[in-house]
């Protein structure tokens, strides 16, 4: 189950809004297909960019899929244990595992994001 508070791309990525900035991560569902993550490339601090732009990658012994930026602004901070332990992410994606934090300008966009039961809706395959 994918936990209420936060909100849903459909690319498997999850967004919490804190102050004026949202964390971002990737969903249980997404690291359960990839299995084994074995890299992660996030990008630089300092970086701008738009919802849908791919802005990271995750390796696994199965795939490599890019990640994508679930809003628009600026990246604020990501988050460095994952270069030393990238299987962070398969263990805790909605905690310790999370990937950056966007700084949004005013008052972040979520209108194209889905909520936990939509985004369950969509991965069980069910009409929302």
């Not at 990246?75 to 805790?92: F, I, K, M, T, Y």
Request: glycine residues 10%; proline residues 6%; aromatic residues 8%.
């Amino acid at each position: 189950m994918s936990p209420s508070d936060l909100r849903y791309a459909k690319t498997h990525e999850w967004v919490r809004v804190e102050g004026d900035e949202c964390v971002v991560g990737l969903t249980r569902f997404a690291v359960d297909q990839l299995t084994d993550v074995t890299y992660i490339q996030l990008p630089k601090a300092g970086r701008k960019v738009s919802t849908g732009e791919g802005f990271g990658e995750i390796e696994s012994v199965k795939a490599v899929s890019d990640i994508y930026a679930p809003v628009s602004g600026e990246v604020a901070s990501v988050n460095e244990a994952l270069n030393s332990d990238p299987g962070l992410v398969s263990r805790d994606p909605y905690g310790a595992g999370w990937l950056a934090r966007i700084r949004v300008p005013g008052v972040p966009d979520l209108s194209g994001l889905m909520s936990a039961a939509e985004y369950e809706a969509q991965v069980s395959g069910s009409p929302h």
